[in-house]
């Protein structure tokens, strides 16, 4: 599914939908299409991964060919595989090339979050922003916190510094979705916040996830 290209600087920020309201996919729950086949396990300890939210592709959210990204976690060992680090395997991008909105049998997962559907609402203007910052109308930290919340887009607020992963030619990845643990009390880390990250220039599609704990 092809959508027009997004505008790099702008951010979706994400909110709680209600059943009568369209959303572009859901935090926590049971994923959608992801058989236990395809279910995921972490490199490093073997375990099922936890999942952690489900995204369609749309005007918000630019997947290149994919239309639907699904999210998972390694949660068994408490952070000792490394789930900051996007490429050590405790972390998990799906990719889908096809709707399936079925449920299927899953294996045993550590930790089951509550579904909560979300939708996006009015975009921010995150270059605006950062103009504000430098004619010394708006600071840095006030600046961030406007933008410290779950996003579809934009750019990311670190928590520990910019960990943006990069792709075998050694360019930065494009973040797609910046989560926080104020829709879904992720119990991963307290207050942490994930970032996921696509790569425009994989032919196969690759994308990236890591946390960062407070």
């Known amino acids: 599914m092809s959508h027009a290209p997004l505008n790099p600087w702008l951010s979706y920020p994400l909110v709680a939908a209600t059943r009568r309201q369209p959303s572009v996919g859901s935090l926590g729950g049971h994923p959608r299409g992801v058989t236990a086949q395809d279910w995921p396990k972490c490199e490093v ?114 928590l520990h510094g910019d960990a943006t992963p990069r792709n075998s030619s050694g360019r930065p990845m494009r973040l797609v979705a910046q989560l926080t643990t104020n829709l879904v009390r992720y119990d991963i880390t307290p207050n942490g916040m994930a970032y996921v990250f696509f790569d425009d220039e994989s032919r196969s599609g690759d994308a990236r996830l890591l946390w960062q704990g407070s």
Request: contains cysteine; hydrophobic residues 40%.
């Open 45 to 158: 300890c073997s375990n099922p991964m936890c999942h952690m939210a489900q995204f369609d592709a749309g005007p918000a959210l630019d997947l290149g060919p994919f239309v639907r990204m699904s999210l998972f976690i390694c949660h068994a060992t408490g952070g000792r595989c490394e789930d900051w680090d996007p490429w050590k395997g405790a972390n998990k991008v799906l990719l889908h090339s096809a709707i399936d909105d079925n449920l299927y049998d899953g294996p045993p997962t550590v930790r089951v979050y509550k579904r909560q559907p979300v939708r996006v609402i009015h975009p921010t203007d995150e270059q605006a922003l950062m103009r504000q910052v430098q004619e010394k109308r708006v600071t840095m930290v006030d600046a961030l916190n406007e933008i410290r919340h779950d996003k579809l887009g934009g750019g990311a607020v670190w």
